[in-house]
């Protein structure tokens, strides 16, 4: 069983940048971030592979960077050029601990995930 806890969410005008934090308990082969806004489903915003690799949302392309400190086993999110429309609870999600190892933004391919961190900002 991986725990997933996050932090680092807040509120911010547009414009504006926070870094989300991810601390992981145990070893999967990609992570990723997740974000769910009221009345719209969860969708995948960034994810890092074990080999390196990325997989980014069109939506945040250029404003947000994930990375992986792998001695901390820590997950992060810059974000960047925040708009009101980035508002939404952000999760960590930390796949299983075999198979391949690039990045993906699928829910289904995701065992655990955080309680979540808040996300808002403000026009």
């Known amino acids: 069983q991986v725990q997933l806890v996050e932090s680092g969410g807040g509120s911010v005008q547009a414009g504006g940048s926070l870094r989300l934090s991810c601390v992981s308990s145990?070893?999967?082969?990609?992570m990723a971030w997740f974000r769910q806004a009221p009345g719209k489903e969860r969708e995948g915003v960034a994810s890092i592979g074990r080999d390196g690799s990325t997989s980014y949302a069109d939506s945040v392309k250029g404003r947000f960077t994930i990375s992986k400190d792998n001695a901390k086993n820590t997950l992060y999110l810059e974000m960047s050029s925040l708009m009101p429309e980035d508002t939404a609870m952000y999760y960590c999600?930390?796949?299983?601990?075999?198979?391949?190892?690039?990045?993906?933004?699928?829910?289904?391919?995701?065992?655990?995930w955080g309680q979540g961190t808040q996300v808002t900002v403000s026009s």
């Open positions: 999600a930390a796949g299983p601990s075999y198979g391949s190892w690039d990045a993906r933004l699928s829910t289904y391919e995701y065992n655990y």
């Open positions: 145990g070893y999967s082969v990609r």
